[in-house]
């Protein structure tokens, strides 16, 4: 598995434990439909069949679910990780103990084709930035206890991360200005907060309007600003008031049909919530084969 993407150490997340609660969640005291109907020490292959044109993603946790269930099942791989696949195409083949293949079977299957449609979904959109500049970044609208997985499948789709979670990155959103009674209120507590904790965080505040926007640049003291739900005239004009002494963030329910506008006007990151909250998952298929 590549160190650069290794979940348990860039997004704190134990591969290992999640296989073991998923199994457990599935097994439980046994396979019974298997068990019941297949001999112990009957041998099988089966492949992963893609039935749908993207980009794949979880092969490597494929491989660790297979190990974890039956460290004898050998496993073939044809495509790597982030690679563009088309219907028709054979992602692995997996052989060794029947029993062992079909209770690796729903949990691979779940976890590949929700992570290749995270992939494929991203990739469309950072191939609609292409020559921009500007990156396409995820957000904190996740599954909740699978945010690892979700988050390694947008890098996977040529994608980045926004910040993982609420611990490594100060993000000052309409909440926290209102509760903090404005954004120059707001600003202040977080320095003096990042201060007293000797703590090193990059600050970012969100914007609802170019008033917002003029009043975070008379403050200063962040790294970037969000510019969240803005028409496309008035990110242009927010973008040339900051005129590049702040990161730049564009959000709020952009889509496919309209990112590439928004890339246009030179804004840093674009990011887009549903590449996690409401994606379709890719079909794929892991069939028996002679």
């Given at each position: 598995?590549?160190?650069?993407?290794?979940?348990?150490?860039?997004?704190k997340?134990?591969i290992?434990?999640?296989?073991?609660q998923a199994?457990?969640?599935?097994?439980?005291?046994?396979?019974?439909?298997?068990l019941?109907?297949?001999?112990?020490?009957?041998?099988?292959?089966?492949?992963?069949?893609?039935?749908e044109?993207g980009?794949?993603?979880?092969?490597?946790?494929?491989?660790e679910?297979?190990?974890?269930?039956d460290?004898?099942?050998?496993?073939k791989v044809?495509?790597?990780?982030g690679?563009?696949?088309k219907?028709?195409?054979i992602?692995?083949?997996?052989?060794?103990?029947?029993?062992?293949?079909l209770?690796?079977e729903?949990?691979?299957?779940?976890?590949?084709?929700?992570?290749?449609g995270?992939?494929?979904?991203?990739?469309?959109?950072?191939?609609?930035?292409?020559?921009?500049?500007?990156?396409?970044?995820?957000?904190r609208?996740?599954?909740?206890?699978i945010?690892g997985l979700?988050?390694?499948a947008v890098v996977?789709?040529?994608?980045?991360?926004?910040?993982i979670g609420?611990?490594?990155?100060?993000?000052?959103?309409?909440?926290?200005?209102?509760?903090?009674?404005?954004?120059?209120?707001?600003?202040?507590?977080?320095?003096?907060?990042?201060?007293?904790k000797?703590?090193?965080?990059?600050i970012e505040i969100?914007?609802?309007?170019?008033q917002?926007?003029q009043?975070?640049?008379?403050?200063?003291?962040?790294?970037?600003?969000?510019?969240?739900?803005?028409s496309?005239?008035?990110l242009?004009?927010?973008?040339?008031?900051?005129?590049g002494k702040?990161e730049?963030?564009?959000?709020?329910g952009?889509?496919?049909?309209?990112?590439?506008?928004?890339?246009?006007?030179?804004?840093?990151?674009?990011?887009?919530?549903?590449?996690?909250?409401?994606?379709?998952?890719?079909d794929?298929s892991l069939?028996?084969?002679?």
């Amino acid at each position: 598995m590549s160190k650069k993407l290794l979940p348990e150490t860039r997004y704190k997340f134990s591969i290992s434990k999640f296989i073991d609660q998923a199994l457990a969640e599935d097994v439980g005291d046994g396979d019974h439909t298997s068990l019941s109907c297949i001999p112990a020490s009957a041998k099988g292959k089966a492949h992963l069949l893609v039935k749908e044109d993207g980009i794949v993603a979880g092969v490597e946790l494929a491989l660790e679910i297979f190990k974890k269930v039956d460290k004898l099942l050998k496993v073939k791989v044809f495509i790597k990780d982030g690679s563009p696949i088309k219907k028709g195409d054979i992602v692995l083949i997996v052989e060794g103990k029947s029993q062992s293949i079909l209770v690796a079977e729903r949990l691979v299957l779940n976890c590949m084709q929700r992570m290749s449609g995270i992939a494929t979904a991203t990739n469309k959109l950072v191939q609609l930035c292409k020559g921009t500049g500007t990156k396409v970044i995820d957000t904190r609208k996740t599954t909740p206890t699978i945010r690892g997985l979700e988050k390694w499948a947008v890098v996977l789709g040529g994608g980045a991360n926004h910040r993982i979670g609420l611990y490594d990155m100060i993000l000052i959103k309409d909440n926290h200005v209102d509760y903090a009674g404005g954004i120059s209120q707001a600003i202040h507590a977080a320095n003096n907060y990042l201060k007293s904790k000797k703590k090193k965080l990059k600050i970012e505040i969100e914007t609802r309007n170019l008033q917002e926007v003029q009043q975070v640049l008379e403050t200063g003291r962040v790294n970037r600003i969000m510019l969240d739900n803005f028409s496309i005239p008035d990110l242009k004009k927010a973008l040339k008031l900051i005129a590049g002494k702040y990161e730049t963030e564009a959000s709020g329910g952009i889509t496919e049909k309209t990112i590439a506008s928004y890339a246009a006007c030179g804004v840093d990151y674009i990011s887009v919530g549903a590449l996690t909250h409401s994606i379709k998952s890719l079909d794929l298929s892991l069939k028996a084969i002679d």
